[in-house]
């Protein structure tokens, strides 16, 4: 049995678990909203970067036009980062993943094994 003592000091607990919780959840969407406005930043950079490139090179206008479509898509992909916040993200890929979970499990496994394959380098 506990004592009226012993139950306002788990309540005590319980709330500090609480608040630090709460604390650490805070921190981390921080630092993803950190790092999201970094993605952004490069992909916009990446594409200035290509078209640059395709500019300067001596390509052809068939080279340069793929240089600037994907430019475009690395824009896209950034205005995209940039209007939404991190937990809208995250309630997209939810949605996302119930509709289609075959095709989430498929794409899951080629960015694992793509990220294997760039982390283990040339050993």
């Given at each position: 049995?506990?004592?009226?003592?012993?139950?306002?000091?788990?309540?005590?607990?319980?709330?500090?678990?609480?608040?630090?919780?709460?604390?650490?959840?805070?921190?981390?969407?921080?630092?993803?909203?950190?790092?999201?406005?970094?993605?952004?930043?490069?992909?916009y950079?990446?594409?200035?970067?290509?078209?640059?490139?395709a500019?300067?090179?001596?390509?052809?206008?068939?080279a340069?036009?793929?240089?600037?479509?994907?430019?475009?898509?690395?824009?896209?992909?950034?205005?995209?980062?940039?209007?939404?916040?991190?937990?809208?993200?995250?309630?997209?890929?939810?949605?996302?993943?119930?509709?289609?979970?075959?095709?989430?499990?498929?794409?899951?496994?080629?960015?694992?094994?793509?990220?294997?394959?760039?982390?283990?380098?040339?050993?």
């Amino acid at each position: 049995m506990t004592t009226n003592g012993q139950a306002d000091n788990m309540q005590d607990v319980a709330e500090d678990l609480q608040r630090e919780l709460r604390e650490l959840q805070r921190q981390l969407r921080g630092r993803a909203n950190d790092v999201r406005k970094e993605v952004v930043k490069q992909l916009y950079t990446g594409a200035d970067a290509i078209r640059k490139e395709a500019r300067q090179s001596d390509a052809g206008d068939e080279a340069k036009r793929s240089a600037d479509e994907i430019a475009r898509g690395l824009e896209k992909a950034a205005s995209y980062l940039n209007s939404r916040s991190v937990e809208n993200m995250g309630e997209e890929a939810v949605r996302v993943v119930k509709r289609n979970p075959m095709r989430a499990v498929i794409i899951a496994f080629v960015i694992g094994l793509l990220m294997g394959i760039m982390m283990r380098g040339d050993k």
